[in-house]
């Protein structure tokens, strides 16, 4: 099958089509003939290793000291079944798929676990929508429905609602019932009142901690901020959200883990089987709705990751092509 190869950890173009062997299928697996799959900021971060914070030495132990362990990348995907294993239940060859899986999704085929971070893609939800999904989606979801658990009625700050998470994150606390200000700038107001913000603010002129104590929920995306300048924001029972790891956010969270007033909060958003359901359903019922950029064929998949760095506003997947395999024939 064909696949994009990473060669180590680098600049965009050292990723390159390849004929690989199609991974074994378990018994307890799916093999799925991927239709698309986002490159996400997560991605390029994994490509180039540059891991936040503390985070670094945990990111080189798991994905390679040197290079990547694992030469085909890419975590979500959506697709069709194409062949499952024999003690596989509930799901059967032909069915239209999405999820995420640990690598491998930059490629024609993958093949999952039935068991894991794999559902069913509802009626009338295409594949580029379900793969644009379980990337902010999930982690929104993860954040703030269960490190957070906002409430109905809450009041929910975004910092960088325009990124990759931030779009997902306020259609995610709206789906939760609660009052969202987004930050980010000027020129994504439009966007992100279309995706359900009650009020958008302008990053570059207006300063959250002037609002008062006002806000249950402080999601710092952009990492902008700190739990300590944040507190004037917060309500006395307000939690403080970051997605990156450093010494000041693992003292703030020791130091707050105790007791009913303002916390500190960082969290691992490990996508599960439940939580691509949960994404199912509201994809279904139409709560959530991915913003792409562009979709193109896994041969141009190093310039998928040139528009991610560039910060291009919405997602970009890739999707295997008979382009891509008579292509990847001619380098081979």
Known sequence: MIAA????????????????PEPALGADEL??????????AGDIRLRTANFPGMSVFIGRAMFGIFGPRRKVQGSIFAGTVVEVGAEVTGFAVGDAVFGESLWGAWAQRLVVS?????????????????AAAPYGGGTALHFLKEAASVQPGERVLVIGAGGGVGRYAVQVAKVLGAHVTAVDRERKRDMLLGLGADVVRDRESWDFRTAGACFDVIFDIADVTSFSESRVALTETGRYL???LGLRVLFDMLRTRRGGGQRAIFSVAMASRESIEVLATWLAAGHLAPVVADCLPLEDIAQAHVLVEDRVVGLVLVS???ESMARSREVA
């Open 242 to 244: 970051s997605l990156s």
């Open 5 to 20: 190869w990473t060669n180590g950890y680098g600049a965009a173009d050292l990723l390159e089509l390849r004929e690989v």
């Open 114 to 130: 039935a068991s894991g971070a794999v559902a069913h893609r509802p009626d009338g939800v295409d594949a580029a929508t379900a």
């Open 31 to 40: 093999r799925i003939e991927v239709e698309a799959s986002p490159v996400t």
């Open 320 to 322: 295997p092509s008979r």
